[in-house]
Structure formats: structure tokens, C-alpha cells
């Protein structure tokens, strides 16, 4: 049961030393969820309460099923951003129908989730390379930022794309509310300050940096006091400030999500993205806060945990939640030990909605728009776009690509185009794996690219040593290699593949190495292999290759090169050990 329901793993062993660090953990998450909640619900075009029902029942059941002992689930910016313009596009934003689709889409996630999870489909999340998924984040703060920016001026602006965004900024710019300005320009200025220069002024005032963490992390509570305190001595409403109004009290009653066929049907696409994203997201951070502390995940039980999550939000009011990174290094950092830290911050959360929305009749949107831009500008990694671009160019078109199509054509197309170029680059590289050239190392049994090292070969013994597993997307690669290889080369009697590095074989690629063995027997050259692996040796024993096969299967490249060239094969292991060319390691 501990395999499915991982809170029996840590419970039994819970005491008061944890219960104290991971109370306090919650505190402080709390502190810094609740205008993060409100803010990433307007920032989804919902209600504000809604984003303080999606920070409770997912925290709670994260708690039971999830297998990270510091993720903090809840509302993040990018999956907010992703249900607007998803459910943007099937109802008006305010609109019962509007929060009917957010719920569905959170439900239909979650569904989708823990399918996923039940089926051990975790490794579906690795077709989406980090390159992408760091240039959609990046481009997708940068739309976020900028769809703020409105609510910083007090103008009326909205979009999908940047172009649209900004087109609508500017045409807005001749009704700019001074004290909407005023509000939002102090709010931004001082969360930044807080965020970049607060902490180390305290710690130069000699507070302790534990204590001086806490209150940059209230900062943002703060703003929100200070701002709503001005909103309402000064009747900002009356001078056009848009306030957050009414936040009914009291905890979210389970209901349904609409039953519309149809509507499920228009989400099931954004409702498979937003699942994807959110997990990479999520086992991302808790893989990163894990390690730290040598703990370890299951990656497909935070399927099942993230999932159960969505359905809870969905079934308590709320909308699509998956794990933030900035709250899971808060609450790591303020020493969470279990996963019981989230129970406590769903509690604390409970109680805000219980007693605290009357305060937050007056708190002007521009504050929460401030907190929003404050948050996702740290999610911009421009140092991650310069290192794809020296690391790989590929990579780093693939980067752009999202990055451009986030940008111009709104985040469905970006996060769609990013999953698509992922898979069809690993297609790509795979399609045409590294081939090398190897011959034998003076002085030693071991062989090496003869273009990166000195090494000595056999002039009727052709040595290949193939850098990838063997599939379907590359069979008549290595087929036209092998042929064009004896083409060239008419002294060519033995070919010998190195499959040191090959882990895996499928029906297409053996059909591709019965063909090569037909066609190299026809032309009078024998085929050999050499240091293949088990699993790969157990699919070839299940066909008839290896016994029309034309040479021999030999366990190490050395003894092949004893049994097809043994003059040379001796006399160069013999010889004093000779440095690699240009000084060079590699294989």
C-alpha cells in the first residue's frame, strides 16, 4: 500500500520535532500563497476566491499521495496563463460558463494525470527536451509580464500573443489612471526591492538571516496591507482604481464539473498540454529539492499524487495546480520535512478563506498585478538561452522556435510546437546515429575513432562501432553506411560492428542487418559483430539472423581483430602505448 499511498512511509515515524519545522514551514508558505493565489486567479481570468480553493484540497491530497517531501502544489503563473487562453476562447471571462470550463479542465488533467501514472507512463515527460521547455517558461513569463501591465496603468488591454498585447497597451495609453499608477508603480518598486536588496539590508542591520528570510518572503503580505490600507483611507475606488470587491467567505462545497460532451471535448488538447507542462514542472522541481537532501521520488507516483490533485481542485471549485518552484524552495528552505507541511499550509489557507477575504474588499488589482510580474520575471532564464546556443544549435533552433511561436501565436501553439520539435529532434539524432571509423590503440587491446586518435587498421577489415540504439528510424541508415562503406572501399573482406553501445534492437533493425548480410555476402564481404550486449543478443537469438549470418559473433573487438587480422592485431598490442592525436580522449 506504501507503493500507492506514500503518506504510510513517512507517518508512522512523525514526531513532535518534525510537527514543529514543518508547522513553521507552513506558516510561511501561507503567508507568501495567499496573494499568490488571488493574483494567479485574475491571472486566469477567475474569480479571486477561486484561487484560494485551488490552494487547499490539492495540498491536502498532495499530502497523501505524493512522494516529494517539500513540493508545494498549488496555482502557478504558466498553467494560469495556459487556462486563459484555453478556456478564453470557449466563454467570455466572468462568466458562469468561463468557471465551469476552468473546473472541467482541471478535472479532465487531473484525469489524464492519473491515468498516466497508474499506467507508469513518467517517462512520456522526457520527450520534452529542457531547451523547450525553458524557452516556452521564459517566453511565457515574458507574455504574463507584459499582460500585467494594464492592470499597472489602470487601462483596459488583453490578448493572446505579445503583438496583440502590446497594440492594446498602446492604444490605451491616453487613459492611464494616475492613481492606479501610483499604486501599482509603489507595489512593483517595493516587491522588487524586498525580492533584490531587502534581505541583505537586514542582514546588515544584524538580523539573523533565518528571521530576515521570513520577512522578505511576507513582503508581498505586506504590499498588500500597505496598498489595500491606502485604497480605502483615501477612497481610491471613487477615482477609478479597480478594486478586488467582495470575496465571499467560507471553504468551497463539493460539486461536479459540467457534464457538456462537447466542452470536454474543446479542452481535451489544452487540458493534455497544461498535464504535460505542469508535470515537467513539477518533477523538475521536486527532483531538483530531493537531491539535495539525498531523498529520491517516484516520478510516476507524482503522476498519480499530481493528478489526484487537479481532481480535487476541480471538484472543490478551483482550477488546474501543479507544483511551483518558487514555493517549494520556500518551503524548503524554511525546513519542511514532510509532505504534512502542505496539509498545514492547506489549513492555514482554509482559515484565510474562512476570516480574512472581508479585508480584502479594498485591495486594488494593481497590487496583484505587480505581484504577478514581480513573480514570473525570474522565470526569464536569459543565461539558459546563451548556453543552448554554445552548447547545441539545434537545440537552440528548437529553443527559438518555441520561444517565437509562444510569442506571436499565443501558448497553445508555443507549448504544441515545443512538444512536436522535442520529438522530432530525437528522431533526427537518432535517425543518424555516430558511426565511427575504430582501429586498435598501439600498446593496448582497446579500439578507438580513427579520427581522434592514433590507432592502427587492417586493410580488408572494416571496423564500425554505431553510437546509438538500433530502430526503426535508422535501419536504412546503417544499411546505406555498410554499403557505401564497401563501395568505396573495394579490399574490404570483413566488416565488424562494435556494438558497445548499442542497448537495444528492434524487428526493423533486424530485418535491416539481414538485408546487409545478404547484400555484403553477395558481394563477397563477411559480416561480423562484436561486444554486444545481452538484451540485444536475447532479440537476436529470437530470429534467424545469427545463423545466416555470414561471420561471427565475438565478445570483445580484440578477439575479432585476433581472428580476422592476427599478425597485426599482436604485433600492435605489442608495441609501446602511443598518445591519443592532438592530445584528445574522447572515443
Known amino acids: ?46 474569480p479571486a476566491e477561486v484561487g484560494l480553493y485551488a490552494s487547499i484540497a490539492p495540498l491536502l491530497i498532495y499530502a497523501v499521495f505524493g512522494t516529494s517531501r517539500t513540493l508545494a502544489v498549488g496555482p502557478v503563473a504558466v498553467v494560469s496563463l ?35 501514472g497508474l499506467l507508469r507512463l513518467g ?43 502590446a497594440l492594446g497597451i498602446a492604444a490605451g495609453l491616453g487613459g492611464v489612471n494616475p492613481f492606479t499608477l501610483m499604486i501599482g508603480g509603489f507595489a512593483l518598486g517595493f516587491l522588487w526591492w524586498a525580492r533584490t536588496r531587502l534581505k541583505g539590508s537586514l542582514l546588515r542591520l544584524g538580523v539573523k538571516p533565518a528571521l530576515a528570510g521570513v520577512i522578505v518572503r511576507a513582503a508581498p503580505v505586506l504590499t498588500v496591507a500597505l496598498t489595500t490600507a491606502a485604497a480605502w483611507a483615501l477612497e ?49 522541481v521536486a527532483q531538483t529539492l530531493a537531491a539535495k537532501r539525498r531523498q529520491r521520488i517516484d516520478p510516476d507516483q507524482e503522476l498519480v499524487a499530481l493528478g489526484a490533485a487537479n481532481i480535487g481542485a476541480g471538484l472543490s471549485g478551483g482550477f488546474p495546480v501543479t507544483g511551483g518552484f518558487a514555493r517549494s524552495v520556500v518551503n524548503f528552505d524554511a525546513g519542511a520535512q514532510t509532505p504534512a507541511a502542505g496539509a498545514f499550509t492547506a489549513i492555514g489557507m482554509a482559515l484565510a478563506t474562512l476570516f480574512l477575504t472581508p479585508l480584502l474588499y479594498h485591495l486594488p488589482k494593481a497590487t496583484l498585478a505587480a505581484t504577478i510580474i514581480v513573480a514570473v520575471l525570474g522565470l526569464v532564464d536569459l543565461a539558459s538561452i546563451k548556453r543552448v546556443w554554445s552548447a547545441n544549435r539545434a537545440d537552440f533552433a528548437a529553443m527559438a522556435v518555441t520561444i517565437a511561436l509562444t510569442l506571436g501565436l499565443g501558448v497553445e501553439a508555443g507549448i504544441a510546437a515545443g512538444v512536436a520539435l522535442s520529438v522530432l529532434l530525437h528522431l533526427y539524432r537518432t535517425s543518424k546515429p555516430h558511426v565511427a571509423v575504430i582501429g586498435q590503440v598501439q600498446g593496448t587491446e582497446h579500439y578507438r575513432n580513427v579520427l581522434r586518435h592514433a590507432v592502427t587498421t587492417a586493410p580488408d577489415v572494416l571496423a564500425l562501432r554505431i553510437d546509438e540504439a538500433l530502430y526503426f528510424p535508422n535501419a ?100 609501446p602505448r602511443c598518445e591519443t592525436a592532438r592530445g584528445q580522449t574522447a572515443t
Open 82 to 116: 495556459m487556462t486563459a487562453a484555453a478556456v478564453g476562447q470557449l466563454a467570455a471571462t466572468g462568466t458562469p460558463e468561463y468557471l465551469g470550463a476552468a473546473i472541467a479542465m482541471a478535472v479532465l488533467s487531473g484525469l489524464m494525470l492519473l491515468a498516466m
Open 236 to 284: 481610491l475606488s471613487a477615482r477609478g482604481v479597480a478594486l478586488v470587491g467582495e470575496i465571499p467567505s467560507g471553504l468551497p462545497m463539493p460539486a461536479l464539473p459540467p457534464l457538456d460532451t462537447a466542452l470536454w471535448q474543446a479542452i481535451l488538447l489544452p487540458a493534455a498540454l497544461i498535464s504535460l507542462v505542469g508535470y515537467v514542472e513539477t518533477v523538475s
Open 123 to 165: 517517462f512520456i515527460a522526457n520527450f520534452l527536451s529542457h531547451p523547450v521547455i525553458s524557452g516556452f517558461i521564459s517566453a511565457s513569463a515574458v507574455l504574463i509580464a507584459v499582460g500585467q501591465l494594464p492592470g499597472l496603468l489602470g487601462i483596459s488591454a488583453s490578448g493572446h500573443t505579445l503583438a496583440e498585447i
Open 1 to 46: 500500500m506504501a507503493r500507492y499511498l506514500p503518506i504510510l512511509d513517512w507517518l508512522p515515524h512523525y514526531d513532535r520535532p518534525t510537527f514543529g519545522a514543518d508547522v513553521l514551514a507552513a506558516l510561511i508558505v501561507t503567508i507568501m500563497l495567499i496573494p499568490q493565489s488571488l493574483a494567479y486567479a485574475l491571472l486566469a481570468g477567475l
Open 476 to 575: 536504412r541508415f546503417l544499411e546505406d553506411t555498410l554499403l557505401s562503406a564497401i563501395a568505396e572501399n573495394q579490399r574490404i573482406r570483413h566488416v565488424v560492428l562494435n556494438c558497445v553501445a548499442v542497448n537495444d534492437i528492434d524487428s526493423s533493425a533486424v530485418e535491416s542487418l539481414e538485408a546487409s548480410n545478404a547484400r555484403l555476402r553477395d558481394a563477397g564481404v563477411k559480416l561480423h559483430l562484436a561486444e554486444v550486449k545481452g538484451p540485444v543478443m536475447d532479440r537476436l537469438l529470437r530470429t534467424h539472423f545469427l545463423q545466416d549470418l555470414t561471420g561471427a559473433v565475438h565478445l570483445t573487438m580484440y578477439d575479432a581483430m585476433q581472428v580476422l587480422a592476427p599478425e597485426l592485431s599482436r604485433a600492435t598490442r605489442d608495441l
